[in-house]
């Protein structure tokens, strides 16, 4: 009798805390119309979204491993990691989020995404930013949960004003509303709520991106066998025309969000 190798194999989790797309679509959200415009998003795009994208890729190219995406908070995720419990792999993240620039304490694949993180407001609304401690005179709403260079440790010394809204949907309503003047958001979060939710040309983002960074996959010491048989896929994956073309497909061509420099 011959098995198929793709029932034979074992599944492994890997685990987001990025709820929003276009990385991961978490189906028991309510997207409702913004700003008058009625466009819903589909409930079925968790499954089209760049980390699922990326993981059925994945499936394709390996047949050990049957890989699911899973959400899970950040600070459950923390504690796991602290607790050494943690039985699976995370996407999407980097390094420096995780207090390991030298790649010591866990196991990382190579970047497999490349990513900007803006400063959006109103659109007439602009003023001038190239660092943190410019947004300090400034109303901000961000991310709960999430660490943003130089303004967290603002929000800290009580040097900057913030709220922490549910989700960058949130944030992005409340500047588009004008109650605070700036959130903080990655360029592909940007662009796909300007294409699918908001009026056009409602934000603009700042000429000087907030940070520049990689996204990886991270396997914790307790899944270091894993990560032996699978990042060479990954690493191979990340870079490869196939992985550029199915990118292409789900964010579409990708406009100059920033204003020149």
Known sequence: MIINPTLAAEELVFYTYHDKP??????????????????????????????????NLLNTHQQQWKITLKYIPRKR??????????????????????KDKQQTRFHWSQPFLWDVDVVAVRSGNRFPYQHPNDLTDKKLALPRGYYFWGVTENIDQGRQWA?????????LKLVAANRVDATILS??????????????????ALATPHDEYSRAVMFP??????YKSLHQHIDTLGSSEEWQHIKQQIMGEEPALLEPR
Do not use: C, M
């Open 77 to 98: 995720l923390d504690l796991h990691l602290k607790a050494g419990t943690l039985d699976g792999a995370v996407i999407g993240v980097n390094p420096t989020w995780f």
């Open 22 to 55: 276009p990385y991961y679509f978490n189906q028991r959200q309510s997207w409702g119309p913004v700003n008058q415009k009625s466009t819903q998003l589909n409930p079925n795009n968790r499954h089209t979204g760049l980390y699922q994208a990326f993981i």
């Open 221 to 226: 010491n307790l899944n270091a066998t894993r």
């Open 163 to 171: 709220i922490e809204a549910s989700s960058e949907l949130q944030n």
């Open 187 to 204: 360029a592909k979060t940007l662009q796909y709520y300007e294409q699918r939710i908001f009026r056009p040309g409602t934000f603009q």
